[in-house]
């Protein structure tokens, strides 16, 4: 499944043809004027219902104007979306030394499988995109996602169990070293968002988390370093701690591993036991800001687990949150088979779609 052709590898897929861009380019003003329908909610015009119609009533959110849309854009629908900014990192209310996680309490997190059986973790950030490890899927095996349900061996009306229609991963991923260890995993086809089921927010660029904060890490791993795997999804709390404090931290122990631990990463810790482990790989590292959850890390590698003075690694999101954009928005371009949809990303900057 995880090979070098196409979008796979972090390649980036067949680009469009410079010249055909800026022919698109010089017919944005047409394409923008046929795109401001009528009657406000877009439903039923020249541009398709996306999402949320924003009109005077019901403004663009902060975040409207970095895609370009919003004031003068003449769009009354929200854009194509996505990382689905409005809708994501809200929840209803073993790891090492965790405890069983409640139903619908992490509605982003997914079980990545192989011959039906639990191999890592993972996040819906999107109707058809997970967020994992590349350590993960650096094979040829074939993968499905399990959604909507806490319990692996439970047969709840509310999961769904999706094939992976193709998976990208940077690369310059380095298995020896772990380095760059973030993939993403398109979905065969689209979920629909429920209670059991939501994406979790992705924070900003560069975004980093205050070294002490509380945040949780989430998965089906093992419950102590030579244990078992559980069934039931665990949780454990951790404190963040900045990649550099992190480093010094397992010098002390070991110089080797110590070297592994770079900017990119981020850290995870708890004095008392609670750690990601073995079959966490994967999953979500996720911190509740300002009542929204955004997920900081990816479970990555450890030494043992839950070990005193051995943090837990983890890839830092919002280092690699423009490689994330780009594969996105070059995947939803090149692939989508309604051509509205094609539209409106052919309709962005010229400079996002041709830039390296």
């Not at 409640?102 to 967020?131: A, F």
């Not at 110590?258 to 609670?274: A, F, H, I, P």
């Not at 309709?347 to 041709?354: A, D, Q």
């Amino acid at each position: 499944m995880a090979s070098q052709d196409g979008l796979r590898r972090g390649r980036g897929g067949t680009r469009l043809s410079l010249h055909f861009l800026i022919w698109l380019q010089l017919l944005q003003p047409l394409l923008s004027e046929a795109g401001s329908g009528q009657g406000g909610t877009g439903r039923g015009g020249a541009v398709p219902t996306l999402g949320v119609g924003w009109q005077e009533d019901n403004p663009p959110p902060p975040w409207a104007a970095w895609w370009g849309w919003g004031e003068g854009s003449g769009f009354t629908s929200s854009p194509l979306s996505l990382l689905s900014p409005p809708a994501c990192g809200h929840r209803v209310s073993r790891i090492i030394g965790g405890l069983p996680a409640l139903n619908r309490k992490w509605p982003w997190q997914v079980s990545l499988q192989t011959e039906d059986k639990h191999l890592c973790g993972g996040s819906l950030i999107d109707r058809r995109w997970v967020l994992t490890a590349a350590h993960c899927v650096f094979s040829d095996l074939e993968y499905k996602v399990k959604l909507g349900d806490t319990d692996l061996n439970a047969g709840s009306e509310n999961a769904l169990v999706i094939p992976v229609e193709d998976i990208i991963f940077p690369s310059n991923f380095d298995f020896a070293s772990l380095t760059n260890d973030i993939a993403l995993a398109l979905l065969a086809y689209s979920v629909n968002y429920s209670s059991h089921i939501q994406p979790v927010c992705l924070p900003e660029k560069l975004f980093e988390v205050e070294t002490g904060t509380e945040c949780w890490v989430t998965g089906w791993g093992r419950v102590s370093e030579s244990g078992s795997e559980p069934f039931v999804l665990q949780e454990a709390e951790l404190n963040i701690m900045r990649h550099e404090q992190c480093r010094e931290m397992i010098k002390k122990k070991s110089v080797a591993k110590s070297k592994m631990v770079t900017r990119g990463t981020v850290c995870g810790y708890n004095d008392q036991g609670k750690d990601s482990c073995q079959g966490d790989s994967g999953g979500p590292l996720v911190c509740e800001l300002n009542g929204t959850w955004f997920q900081v890390g990816i479970v990555s590698w450890g030494v043992g687990c839950g070990r005193k003075g051995y943090p837990g690694v983890y890839t830092e999101v919002s280092f690699y949150k423009k490689w994330i954009i780009d594969h996105l928005r070059q995947a939803s371009c090149l692939n989508s088979a309604d051509s509205l949809i094609l539209v409106l990303c052919l309709m962005m900057p010229l400079g996002i779609l041709v830039a390296p």
